[in-house]
């Protein structure tokens, strides 16, 4: 099969396969203009951070404590079951690996690991609670 052709209610939709990698073409929509598109990240190294974009990890603050942020946009669980103990406490001792918590990003649940040595001195999210990229979820004193 090389081709294939759809026609419903007056919209035809043809797609075919061809010898030559042409990507030249472009789709023009009168109307308006649309933004360029963003990158995304790769979900191989959900804890490496991309250049310009803020790191799982930051630099301490005022207070001198290290902010361990979201890599991505989801739903904070400090457990991986309901019924589970969690995975850190407030005072807990943490080493670069350690899980610290589960962000469920489309049904996939990505296991954020500690990059730094520190006590945990914040839990700043509930358990089950929407989480931004870059919001604030942990605060370690090195």
């Known amino acids: 099969m090389d081709s294939i052709e759809i026609e419903r209610g007056g919209t035809r939709i043809r797609i075919a396969k061809t010898a030559s990698a042409d990507t030249g073409s472009a789709l023009v929509v009168p109307g308006g203009s649309t933004p360029p598109p963003v990158p995304m990240g790769s979900a191989a190294a959900p804890g490496l951070a991309q250049e310009g974009s803020p790191s799982s990890e930051t630099s301490p603050g005022d207070s001198g404590l290290i902010e361990i942020t979201s890599p991505m946009v989801?739903?904070?669980?400090?457990?991986?079951?309901?019924?589970?103990?969690?995975?850190?406490?407030?005072?807990?001792?943490?080493?670069?690996?350690?899980?610290?918590?589960?962000?469920?990003?489309m049904k996939l649940m990505n296991e954020l690991e500690c990059e730094v040595s520190g006590v945990i001195r914040e839990i700043c999210v509930e358990s089950s609670a929407p989480v931004e990229y870059g919001q604030v979820l942990f605060r370690v004193s090195p």
């Open 74 to 105: 989801g739903t904070f669980y400090r457990a991986p079951a309901p019924d589970a103990s969690s995975y850190v406490e407030v005072g807990a001792t943490v080493s670069p690996g350690d899980t610290l918590c589960i962000i469920e990003a």
